[in-house]
């Protein structure tokens, strides 16, 4: 069945350093691939998307390319602000099971000062 | 729009008792998920509805657990009876329509069952 891999946490940075977060994918159609953001105490929130093979979604700094030949969508951010520290959840959703969501694991970034 | 809404924000209870989530979507939205939440499992969909019928429950994890969607703009997840087991955050979302991939959360249930 579809699911999402994605690195353990919790990942600790310096304010600007450069922040990788890696998600792989497997599944059996064309899904599309999301970045969520879950901050203390709220919901998650969509961060960025792709919907098909070598689109990369941005948003807030952050990037992420479909790479469909690594069946991965890594998350990227050159220069992490303390406001950046939030659990990061890469997931997946395929038209053909109506909507369903997969989400991995979560990954938690802490931003220091 | 206020967004997904749900209540209450915080429930302790004992086990034993029943327990009863609920969850108001956002208004136009045809889809509802119920998600849990813990550290051990992270994020698991446990049931969710189209146009207020139930569509796949399977991630219920037994039948102390049952949700219900009576009218478009009101869901409920029902304990009964809680266990510490079930501690958990319990989201809830709604999408658009089967295309728009995009869900909405509410800010989530924290549930201590003592």
């Known amino acids: 069945g579809d699911s999402v891999t994605q690195m353990e946490g919790p990942v600790t940075l310096s304010e600007e350093a450069f922040l990788t977060i890696n998600c792989t994918y497997t599944a059996t159609g064309y899904p599309s691939l999301f970045w969520y953001v879950q901050y203390p105490g709220e919901g998650l929130q969509l961060l960025l998307k792709?919907?098909?093979?070598?689109d990369k979604g941005s948003n807030k700094g952050f990037e992420a390319t479909y790479r469909k030949e690594t069946t991965s969508f890594h998350l990227e951010k050159g220069s992490v602000q303390v406001s950046d520290s939030a659990v990061y959840f890469c997931?997946?959703?395929?038209?053909?099971?109506?909507?369903?969501?997969?989400f991995g694991t979560g990954t938690s970034l802490t931003v220091i000062p | 729009d206020a967004g997904v809404i749900q209540s209450p924000r915080h429930e302790v209870t004992e086990m034993g008792q029943e327990v009863t989530l609920r969850c108001k979507p956002i208004s136009g939205h045809d889809y509802l998920f119920w998600y849990r939440q813990t550290m051990m499992r992270g994020l698991e969909l446990l049931i969710y509805f189209n146009n207020n019928v139930p569509i796949d429950d399977s991630g219920m994890p037994e039948d102390r657990f049952s949700a219900k969607m009576p009218n478009a703009s009101f869901s409920t997840l029902k304990i009964q009876p809680s266990e510490p087991r079930d501690s958990a955050v319990y989201f809830c979302a709604s999408s658009l329509n089967r295309v728009s991939e995009k869900l909405f959360f509410g800010s989530g249930t924290q549930l201590s069952v003592l």
């Open positions: 997931a997946l959703s395929d038209k053909r099971t109506a909507n369903q969501f997969y």
């Open positions: 792709a919907t098909k093979a070598d």
